[in-house]
């Protein structure tokens, strides 16, 4: 069989393929979760080499990693303070993510702990401060998103995260993907992103 070869980056990308790369990006958020979560007080995020097979998109070759996002997941006690996803800046063209656009990623449900929260999401919430009826566990989750350094050191305080992203990246090009769990919340980010008004009552 003969023919011309191109390069993955000369095909035109149709939506399929750009799904295709925001869904790989919210799973290596997950599994980077998963892969390093022994290593530190809980799960400080490690940031693969780019020879790690686990991992499709996210590694130090493709990215640099600004910052973690943390979160509570235990919202009945608003305990477990746990990595939750990254704030990246491409250092490559990947699809429609241009070189120093800013990336955005959320992982999916990791532990016990965020199962039993998503299963309060089956309830609704409209406490005043949402942007109408939410779902009671992921919001909850979503209130406590906080932007750190990779050590977990909180250089934001209490800032909530929409405002932290939105105050240093706002005029930057700016993809939020999360799976799952992080589905519900980069959407709740995505909709105050777009917000400012909102971001400052968060």
């Known amino acids: 069989m003969s023919g011309s070869t ?27 979760y998963n892969e390093f979560k022994h290593l530190s007080p809980q799960g400080n995020p490690k940031i693969p080499e780019d020879t790690h097979k686990s991992f499709a998109y996210i590694n130090s070759k493709r990215f640099e990693i600004i910052y973690q996002l943390r979160s509570k997941d235990n919202i009945i006690f608003d305990t477990h303070d746990c990595y939750f996803g990254l704030i990246m800046k491409s250092k490559e063209n990947i699809g429609p993510i ?13 532990n016990l702990e965020e199962l039993i929260s998503d299963a309060a ?13 939410v779902a ?3 919001w909850k ?4 998103l906080k932007v750190a350094d990779l050590h977990n050191n909180k250089p934001f305080g209490a800032e909530h995260a929409a405002e932290t992203i939105g105050r240093l990246f706002g005029a930057k090009n700016i993809f939020v993907v999360g799976h799952s769990l992080g589905a519900a919340l980069s959407t709740y980010l995505s909709y105050d992103l777009i917000n400012p008004v909102r971001r400052q009552h968060l």
Do not use: C, W
């Open 6 to 32: 191109r390069a993955p980056e000369q095909f035109r990308l149709n939506g399929l393929d750009t799904y295709a790369i925001m869904v790989l990006l919210a799973h290596d958020a997950t599994a980077i």
């Open 141 to 144: 989750m979503y209130r406590h």
């Open 136 to 138: 009671l566990g992921f």
């Open 121 to 133: 999401s089956l309830f609704m919430t409209d406490d005043g401060d949402t942007p109408g009826d």
């Open 98 to 110: 241009k070189v120093g656009d800013v990336v955005v990623v959320l992982k999916g449900t990791s």
